[in-house]
C-alpha cells in the first residue's frame, strides 16, 4: 500500500517559499542530489495543493518549466482545490477534499509514495493522521519571511524518527518517519 511522503526544499530558517510564494531562491540551488533521485524513482503520484499547483515555478525559464521536478518525474497528479477548473490539464485529476484525493492518489500510487507537496496538504495530512514520512532537502539560505515547513498557531509536537542524512552539494537532506 502506498505511503505518504512530504518531500520539500526548505530554506535553513524554516522556510519553503519566500514571500508570496517566491521560489526563486530555489533555483540557483537545484542540482544533483541522490535523495532526490530515489524520491523520484520511488514516487508513484503525486498530491499536490493548489497554491503549488498555480505558483512560483523555481524551473522558471528553463525547458522543465511547469514540470514536476523539472520533468524529471511523470505520472498521475491530484491536485486539491475548492475550485475546479472547467479546462481540463492533461494528467492532472482536481479533487475537492482532502479524503478524495488521499485515496486516489495512493490507489494510482500503487506500492510507491505518494509524494506530498504543499505546506497547508502536508499539515492536513499529518494532522488527519495519514501522513508517513517528511524529506526536508535543507538548503543554505536565509529568507526570513514566506511559507513555512509547517505551520501550527498555539504550537503543537509531533514526533519524527530519523531514517537517513545525506549531504549533496547544495542542500543537506534529512529523511524521517513520523511517530504515530
Ligand atoms: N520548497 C519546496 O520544495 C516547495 C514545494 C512545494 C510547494 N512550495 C511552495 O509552497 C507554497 C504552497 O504551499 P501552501 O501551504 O501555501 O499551499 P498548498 O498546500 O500548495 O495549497 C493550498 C490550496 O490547496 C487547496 N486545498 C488545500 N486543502 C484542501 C482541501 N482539504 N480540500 C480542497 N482544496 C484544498 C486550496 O486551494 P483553493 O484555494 O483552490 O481551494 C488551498 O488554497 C507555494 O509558494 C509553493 O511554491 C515549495
Not at 42 to 56: H, M, Q, Y
Not at 82 to 110: E, N, S
Request: proline fraction near 6%; glycine fraction near 16%; charged fraction near 20%.
Amino acid at each position: 500500500m502506498a505511503k505518504l511522503l512530504y518531500s520539500v526544499g526548505m530554506s535553513l530558517d524554516g522556510f519553503i517559499a519566500g514571500p508570496g510564494g517566491d521560489m526563486s531562491w530555489l533555483a540557483d540551488r537545484i542540482g544533483p542530489n541522490p535523495a532526490v533521485d530515489r524520491l523520484v524513482d520511488e514516487t508513484g503520484a503525486l498530491l499536490v495543493g493548489n497554491r503549488t499547483f498555480r505558483g512560483d515555478d523555481p524551473y522558471k525559464g528553463t525547458e522543465g518549466e511547469g514540470e514536476a521536478f523539472g520533468g524529471g518525474w511523470s505520472g498521475p497528479q491530484f491536485v486539491l482545490t475548492h475550485h475546479v477548473p472547467d479546462v481540463p490539464v492533461p494528467g492532472v485529476t482536481f479533487v475537492g477534499d482532502l479524503a478524495g484525493g488521499v485515496a486516489a492518489a495512493k490507489a494510482a500510487a500503487g506500492e510507491k509514495y505518494v509524494n506530498v507537496l504543499g505546506a497547508s496538504v502536508a499539515r492536513q495530512c499529518l494532522e488527519a493522521g495519514l501522513l508517513d514520512e517528511i524529506l526536508v532537502c535543507v538548503v543554505p539560505v536565509l529568507l526570513g519571511d514566506g511559507v513555512r515547513l509547517f505551520d501550527h498557531p498555539g504550537g503543537t509536537r509531533v514526533g519524527l524518527e530519523r531514517v537517513d542524512v545525506t549531504q549533496a552539494p547544495h542542500a543537506t537532506n534529512i529523511w524521517t518517519r513520523v511517530v504515530r
